[in-house]
């Protein structure tokens, strides 16, 4: 019979890589896979969001409820009528994320006005394509949008009621 003698240091050390190997291996498994499934720019969007957090001193806030039970928040900063800073607050999947950090992008710099007209169907183009399964993500987005605009219209309905 043949014993081997270890060193135990080499044999931690070998495991190591075995598992780092392991874990690159279903790193790239997932990415292969969310890559069939989403389009480029959701994947960028998604691993790199923009504009993420709760704003403290909002102009307007909104939230939307999606029929999964996620939901997303939305903040805006308005000077003269135009979207100054948007930010969004999500627990939602990674296409909501994807969302709603095209859609603050997308929404800077626009007046309300135009903000208002945004829809779904402008924000899935812009991501290039969503699942079906998915497409809730982007109303989800739009509504909380919509939501921040009208808090926002009727806090200036309130500052205006209190200086007349
Ligand atoms: S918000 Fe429901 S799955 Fe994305």
Redesign the pocket.
Known sequence: MVVVMTDGVSDRRDLTKELDLLAENVIRMLEENDAKIYSREVIEEFRNPSNIGRMQDADGEGVGD???G?SMEIYLKIKDGVIERCTFFTD??G??IACGSRLTRFVKGMSVEGAKAVKPASLIHLLNGLPEE?V??AS?AVVALKGAIRNYESRQRAKEGARA
């Open positions: 999606g029929i999964c996620d939602g999947c296409a909501t998915h809730h993500c989800l």
